[in-house]
């Protein structure tokens, strides 16, 4: 039992919790002692208060994320505005987007080396303007010498990147949000080891945020003794910052640069149901073999570059099959969000705006500004079959109840919405009109459409695209519609507590 007490004292994430607590109490020690200056410090507050109101307003920043901030600021002038400029200013964003502009610019530079001869300019205006964008704004181009694969499972996803990890000749690249050992970490980890050990060069980025809980400190150093080149997103230090906000959210394997995997699947046991977690984990991934495996490389390799301070180069790692007999056009992008372009959002918001006959979603959360709420009400009122999976299991009953608290003004414009019953959903994946497909790591929420590094492939007129809509309907057949009578028959209570933390959504 002693033993326990000390294993659960020392675990990272409990002491993290201890620095942190400790500088919390300082904080408010400092302020405390300044009560024998109040009038000079609370007039110092207010027009700090004033200040960074204004600021606020007129940044770039979502709406609903100012709403957020403003109103802690307004309504506690002395520890408001403090907390902002620890836990909300850009300040460390401005640093970080300065390191970060040379290595986009070479990531940018080397992809659209690739100019598009894929011939989707050939195609509808609505596929071709989606795919303008993207290129543009995303710096990846449309290719059509890809074959792809839909994995509805994470069962699914590990049984082919363990296939595929085993056939490494040259390289394997892997960037993923949380690591954990078990069945699945570990049984990948040995494959690693043995490819080095036959000269394959094998790298690894992590972040360090979404590991706190699942990783102990400088497991970086263990996996290189193994030979694993290893890179950590945000190495965390138990000090109050902003900076943590923005986390490496995006999950990337490549391999040989001819096969690479994204979608919403990490490297945990729960991701592949080898142990019960908030009930059945319901994810999905996506195989890619050919040109386009090109733009994930480029992705991590522009995430290593940023993180090692190294510069490749990308033309050692371009694809050396294609598969001309591939249906379709694939586009794989990279959301970065340190270039005030929330490419995720919009992909998904031309998809809604754009569908003629429907739009099915499955997400893990459901917490979305204005804009995107109209679109999905604008839709289903035009006649568009809008249907939005969410989990009915929640991980974090705080998230699950802000998703909710939109279910009434989406179901009553006519979105349907579904919880699937047998537990958690932590799918992305958006699918219209037979044509459009997006499988990727992007939630519908402001964490990983604003702050996080995130990536996605968007698909049209693939096999996949209708792999997509056919799951789709199995994971509806076995979920609960969300009715008008539920949403309107919810206590007082439960519906304030709601409406509470829908204002501050987008903190969470």
Sequence with gaps: ???????????????????????????????????????????????????????????????????????????LPVFGGMFYLVFGSSRTGRYIRKKMRTVGQEMREEVQKLSDHSGIDQMEADAVNQSRYITRWAYSPPYRNTWTEYLPMGEVKFERMVQELKKAKHFIFMEYFIIEEGKMWNTIRDILCQKVKEGVDVRLIYDDMGCIMTLPNGYNKKLEKMGIKCAVFNPFVPVLSSKFNTRDHRKICVIDGNVGFTGGVNLADEYINAYEKHGHWKDTAILLRGEAVFSLTAMFLSMWDYLTGTREDYSNYLPTETVPDAKGFVQPFADNPLDDEAVGETVYMNIINKAKRYVYITTPYLIIDNEMCTALCTAAKSGVDVRIITPHVPDKWYVHAVTRAYYQVLVEAGVRIFEYTPGFIHAKTFVADDEYAVVGTINMDYRSLYLHFECGAWMYQTSSVLDVRDDFFKTQQISQEITREQCRNVSFPVRLGRSVLRVFAPLM
């Design 1 to 75: 039992m002693l033993k326990k007490i000390l294993r659960m004292l020392t675990q990272r994430v409990v002491i993290t919790a201890l620095f942190i607590l400790i500088q919390a109490v300082l904080l408010f020690g400092i302020i405390w002692k300044l009560n024998n200056y109040f009038v000079y410090f609370y007039a110092a507050s207010i027009l700090l208060s004033v200040l960074l109101t204004l600021g606020i307003i007129n940044s770039k920043s979502n709406p609903a994320y100012k709403i957020a901030w403003l109103i802690p600021i307004l309504l």
